[in-house]
């Protein structure tokens, strides 16, 4: 059995060993499920053991860590272009999921990260954003040619959405942040909301602006993509906790200074999460200097937001370290449940069964 000791690169990197043994001090298997002396074993790509250490002795790799075990994170808001694939994955993030950029260029992308030789997370991508003629991000910098898909009337937005999903769009994004530029008209974004879903598809949206969160709420709209930094109102709120999802994405309302953006998103994701509602981590990565990786801000933001440990968790991760779930997982040193600031402690980074770091 080896210990993790120095930091490197796994021997062979990004090949899939048959099987991978790892046991750990403590296991955290998913909400409420804390397994003290545990074991994870990994073939294929997914989970086939998770829980109490066994006497299993014949794995192709058996790891030891002095640690903490846990599912590796999940980004529900990145650009990916806009940063470094393999410095995210390293971080401790092992999937993401795209929410704007060109269809000719984040499609092949997402299908390239499937392979064992990728360098960098699974990524899975809402391709353009869908806008009226000259809404965001039509104009804005950050944005190449194609991240916005203008479009003029119901059906046409319905024609996109079969286009995008057809081209394998995980989500279906929608911009409608009017203090940037038109955004779609209640008949379109309805057109949008409905062909979507007849194709199975989520859809997200950047709500910005007064009353657009409104909006997204009255035409069926599954998340917000931002946690949004116009106070909404009691009533909005217990609806949107009632209808929908926020991704969080705290930090880019100040980047590490508390400004008055932020103190309203806080509040906004105070009140949802105090309603029952659901929130998920995403962190807008290429949006300013947004670390690549596990982002230790806005997971102490989160936590000022009223989640505890155990909700913390389970908004950064994908699925349980359960039989049968993707075989994605990290080991701290310490415990994150006490401190967050072991998220800064990676010792192991798995993906897909594939050992991608060792410290």
Same mark, same amino acid.
């Given at each position: 059995?080896?210990?993790?000791?120095?930091?490197?690169?796994?021997?062979?990197?990004?090949?899939?060993?048959?099987?991978?043994?790892?046991?750990?001090?403590?296991?955290?298997?998913?909400?409420?499920?804390?397994?003290?002396?545990?074991?994870?074993?990994? &073939?294929?790509?997914?989970?086939?053991?998770?829980?109490?250490?066994?006497?299993?002795? %014949?794995?192709?790799?058996?790891?030891?860590?002095? +640690?903490?075990?846990?599912? =590796?994170? =999940?980004?529900?808001?990145?650009?990916?272009?806009?940063?470094?694939?393999?410095?995210?994955?390293?971080g401790g993030v092992t999937a993401v999921r795209d929410l704007? !950029?060109?269809? $000719?260029?984040?499609?092949?992308? $997402?299908?390239?990260?499937?392979?064992?030789?990728?360098? +960098?997370? /699974?990524?899975?991508? &809402?391709?353009?954003?869908?806008?009226?003629?000259?809404?965001?991000?039509?104009?804005?910098?950050?944005?190449?040619?194609?991240?916005?898909?203008?479009?003029?009337?119901?059906?046409?937005?319905?024609?996109?959405?079969?286009?995008?999903?057809?081209?394998? =769009? &995980?989500?279906?994004?929608?911009?409608?942040?009017?203090?940037?530029?038109?955004?779609?008209?209640?008949?379109?974004?309805? =057109?949008?909301?409905?062909?979507?879903? #007849?194709?199975?598809?989520?859809?997200?949206?950047?709500?910005?602006?007064?009353?657009?969160?409104?909006?997204? /709420?009255?035409?069926?709209?599954?998340?917000?993509?931002?946690?949004? !930094?116009?106070?909404?109102? %009691?009533?909005?709120?217990?609806?949107?906790?009632?209808?929908?999802?926020?991704?969080?994405?705290?930090?880019?309302?100040?980047?590490?200074?508390?400004?008055?953006?932020?103190?309203?998103?806080?509040d906004n994701l105070r009140r949802f999460h105090a309603a029952?509602?659901?929130?998920?981590?995403?962190?807008?990565?290429?949006?300013?200097?947004?670390?690549?990786?596990?982002?230790?801000?806005?997971?102490?933001?989160?936590?000022?937001?009223?989640?505890?440990? #155990?909700?913390? /968790?389970?908004?950064?991760?994908?699925?349980?370290?359960?039989?049968?779930?993707?075989?994605?997982?990290?080991?701290?040193?310490?415990?994150?449940?006490?401190?967050?600031?072991?998220?800064?402690?990676?010792?192991?980074?798995?993906?897909?069964?594939?050992?991608?770091?060792?410290?």
């Open positions: 059995m080896s210990r993790l000791s120095a930091p490197q690169r796994a021997p062979g990197y990004g090949a899939a060993v048959s099987r991978l043994s790892i046991r750990a001090s403590v296991a955290w298997l998913g909400p409420g499920e804390v397994v003290h002396d545990a074991q994870v074993v990994c &073939a294929g790509g997914v989970i086939t053991y998770a829980g109490p250490a066994t006497s299993l002795d %014949d794995a192709d790799t058996d790891l030891e860590v002095d +640690g903490f075990v846990l599912p =590796a994170f =999940a980004d529900r808001h990145v650009h990916i272009e806009l940063a470094d694939p393999g410095a995210v994955l390293r704007g !950029w060109p269809a $000719a260029r984040i499609f092949p992308l $997402a299908d390239l990260s499937e392979l064992p030789s990728f360098d +960098g997370p /699974l990524i899975r991508a &809402a391709g353009p954003m869908l806008t009226a003629k000259g809404g965001y991000p039509s104009r804005a910098s950050w944005a190449p040619e194609g991240t916005a898909w203008e479009v003029a009337g119901p059906e046409e937005m319905a024609a996109a959405v079969g286009d995008l999903a057809s081209s394998g =769009a &995980a989500a279906i994004k929608v911009s409608l942040n009017a203090e940037a530029g038109p955004t779609p008209s209640d008949a379109e974004l309805m =057109a949008i909301v409905e062909a979507a879903h #007849d194709a199975r598809l989520p859809v997200t949206t950047h709500a910005q602006g007064q009353g657009q969160v409104e909006r997204a /709420l009255g035409a069926g709209v599954d998340e917000l993509a931002h946690t949004p !930094w116009v106070r909404l109102t %009691d009533a909005t709120i217990r609806l949107a906790a009632d209808r929908l999802r926020i991704v969080s994405t705290l930090d880019i309302t100040g980047f590490g200074r508390d400004t008055r953006e932020q103190r309203r998103a806080l029952g509602g659901t929130v998920i981590y995403g962190t807008d990565l290429g949006n300013g200097p947004v670390p690549p990786g596990i982002h230790r801000r806005e997971l102490d933001l989160l936590a000022e937001a009223g989640l505890d440990a #155990d909700e913390i /968790l389970a908004a950064c991760t994908r699925a349980p370290l359960a039989v049968d779930a993707p075989a994605d997982l990290v080991a701290l040193r310490g415990d994150p449940r006490t401190d967050l600031a072991a998220f800064e402690e990676i010792a192991l980074v798995v993906r897909a069964g594939r050992v991608i770091l060792t410290r």
